[in-house]
């Protein structure tokens, strides 16, 4: 099936865009007409990977001294590295104004407003990195943040980047013991954290929870608290953030540090195990960050960008990133939908933002419940950027009646891993219907199959990178035998890059994921992607939203679907039968699920993805961990006492 064509970029867009500035800075210096054809620059880019790194730094601007080693070669994938011989510091690259400007603009849940411009942004992170060397940090120790999306939060990882520490968060929807998972791993020397939080009309108090995290976590000497709300809780037992930055002098000096430097520490989800701690690099992640925002987002100085995020979640790194194109990046803090539905379309309409950037579960909703966004003014949206799971055509489609019609929408895929994007939207390319545009440059991927052989276009297999790139970790936390690190990409195919997305590339040279690898269903044998079932689903007006998974029976493999009801809605034959019949007509009689339920709602991960492994498990009588990754594990009781 055709997808449909929804939009391109006109002339004068494409002509003013930064693909096309850098595209054409190529053709001249080697004398390449591209023909604003991306798939012939995406083409230049992979089979010349020192060229294009060595010359997007240059037109990127990134400060530091480049060295002459674009790539130092390596038989082993992941120890190729990149500009070995070069020096940077992150927050210098992000820290590039120093004038009187909006560098941030927060909102928190409740109503409260604030700013900080470039010149007190710079002060405050010269400040915390003062303060942190006056306390003994040394380079390579570890900051931890237990930490709501605010911009004391960015001071404080910048601060903690310009010293060479290693900085790692965690958003205070994670309990104890889920942060307690991921942090005593790395032994912090620092927590930060605030007194309190919102989120869905509730105060959710962090500081009584403290005490707990110390014992727990006997490295962290010093714990800094900010206040949600200026002077709303008193803080006396530990160091306050408003006083360091009344009393501490301003450290303004810059240390360059080598490339792979380590920037901070993400985790993997937890779902099979305790959380790995993933270690990026500075350089690696700035560079590759820097090239999604100003090449494929088209991110320009004093734009005015906005990521629905926690700092638990790698779009909050992303964002931030944006600062280094200087743009203003805009906070929000609390839930997408409290007070109100739109209270994320009225920030960005308000605001001026030029980009919007959400979950595809987020668009997914406001379809669902059949919102229209005309009533505001989104004369100033350029791009629309969705990720977290895979955003179906039918809401790239409402995206475009209900929304805005005349916007580029990217649907972009990477994750934690990457720190970034492996196919991402551009400018030179259409945007049609459940399709992401393309690959990102100087990253070379393609769809193998089960034994590593390359698959033609529009035939489902797995997502591969098949050469380095800058963005992989340069390690893993406490992994001195590389055994982590090997199993977590390189097991599947020797060498080579296994990212376990379940993907197809059509014929408009796009690409559609159709779930994670692991969650793939394989009924007598042949492999179906989940969201393929969700796209059908999730059409019908009586479901919000469901959850599919594959159970052991009788020596093969049955799909049961779970589906999570509107309001006052039943799950009824004639519902069940529609359901059946609407998948076996628009996918395939192998796509049938022979059990459908109703469920009050799905389990998943805090950043909002759906967990389909965990009631997989269950499903499969498999014990489960970690449930602490989960936003709402008390749904796990259903799954464990439904009758099947």
Avoid at 24 to 35: A, E, G, H, L
């Amino acid at each position: 099936m055709e997808n449909k064509f929804l939009w391109k970029a006109d002339d004068n867009r494409k002509k003013n865009s930064n693909i096309k500035k850098f595209a054409d800075k190529i053709s001249k210096k080697y004398n390449i007409d591209f023909k604003d054809s991306f798939i012939e620059l995406h083409n230049w880019s992979i089979k010349n990977p020192e060229h294009f790194w060595n010359d997007y730094w240059d037109y990127s601007q990134i400060i530091g001294n480049k060295g002459k080693q674009v790539i130092t070669k390596h038989k082993v994938f992941y120890k190729n590295q990149f500009f070995k011989d070069s020096k940077l510091n992150f927050a210098e690259n992000l820290l590039i104004k120093n004038n009187q400007e909006t560098a941030i603009y927060s909102l928190k849940e409740g109503g409260l407003k604030e700013s900080i411009t470039w010149k007190k942004l710079c002060e405050n992170v010269f400040k915390i990195s003062s303060f942190f060397k006056k306390i003994g940090l040394n380079k390579n120790d570890r900051v931890a943040g237990y930490v709501p999306n605010t911009i004391e939060t960015i001071i404080s990882f910048l601060a903690a980047a310009k010293n060479g520490h290693i900085w790692s968060s965690c958003s205070p929807d994670f309990g104890i013991q889920g942060l307690v998972d991921r942090f005593k791993q790395i032994e912090p020397k620092v927590l930060i954290a605030c007194d309190y939080y919102y989120y869905n009309g509730k105060k959710i108090n962090i500081l009584n929870r403290i005490p707990e995290i110390l014992k727990e976590i006997p490295s962290i000497k010093r714990v800094i608290i900010f206040n949600y709300i200026e002077k709303e809780v008193s803080i006396h037992d530990y160091d306050n953030f408003k006083e360091i930055l009344d009393t501490s002098d301003q450290d303004d000096q810059f240390e360059r540090f080598e490339f792979n430097h380590p920037i901070y520490i993400l985790y993997s989800s937890g779902t099979t195990g305790v959380p790995k701690c993933i270690v990026h690099g500075a350089g690696n992640a700035l560079i590759e960050q820097k090239k999604e925002l100003s090449i494929h987002c088209d991110v320009k100085d004093k734009d005015r960008l906005f990521y629905f995020t926690t700092t638990g979640w790698m779009m909050w790194n992303w964002q931030v990133a944006a600062l280094s194109c200087g743009a203003t990046i805009y906070l929000y803090d609390g839930s997408p939908f409290y007070p109100k539905l739109d209270i994320l379309i009225e920030y960005c309409s308000e605001n001026k933002f030029t980009l919007f950037g959400v979950s595809a579960k987020y668009l997914d909703h406001l379809k669902n419940e059949k919102y229209n966004a005309s009533k505001f003014d989104l004369s100033n949206l350029k791009t629309i950027t969705s990720t977290g799971s895979p955003l179906v055509a039918e809401s790239f489609e409402y995206v475009y009646k209900n929304i805005k019609c005349d916007v580029h929408l990217s649907s972009i895929s990477g994750g934690t891993d990457v720190v970034g994007s492996l196919v991402i939207g551009n400018i030179f390319q259409s945007v049609y219907a459940g399709e992401i545009q393309g690959s990102s440059l100087g990253i070379e991927i393609d769809i193998f199959d089960e034994k590593g052989n390359g698959l033609p276009n529009d035939e489902k297999g797995e997502l591969v990178v098949k050469r380095p790139f800058p963005s992989m970790p340069i390690m893993f936390w406490e992994d001195s035998d590389e055994s982590k690190i090997k199993s977590a990409y390189f097991e599947k195919y020797f060498n080579i890059w296994h990212h376990a997305d379940y993907i197809q590339r059509t014929k408009n040279n796009g690409f559609i994921i159709h779930g994670r690898s692991d969650s793939t269903l394989n009924p007598g044998g042949v492999r179906i992607g989940t969201s393929e079932i969700y796209r059908q689903v999730e059409s019908f007006d009586e479901v919000t939203e469901a959850l599919v998974v594959g159970q052991n029976f009788n020596d093969d493999v049955r799909i049961i679907l779970f589906v999570k009801l509107k309001d006052k809605m039943m799950l009824s034959d004639k519902l069940i039968q529609n359901i059946k019949s609407t998948i076996r007509k628009n996918c395939s009689p192998r796509h049938v699920p022979p059990i459908i339920k109703s469920c009050p709602d799905i389990p998943r991960t805090k950043s909002g993805k759906i967990v389909e492994v965990v009631v997989r498990k269950i499903l499969n009588k498999e014990s489960i961990n970690n449930i602490e990754v989960l936003a709402n594990p008390e749904i796990l009781n259903f799954y464990k006492n439904i009758k099947i």
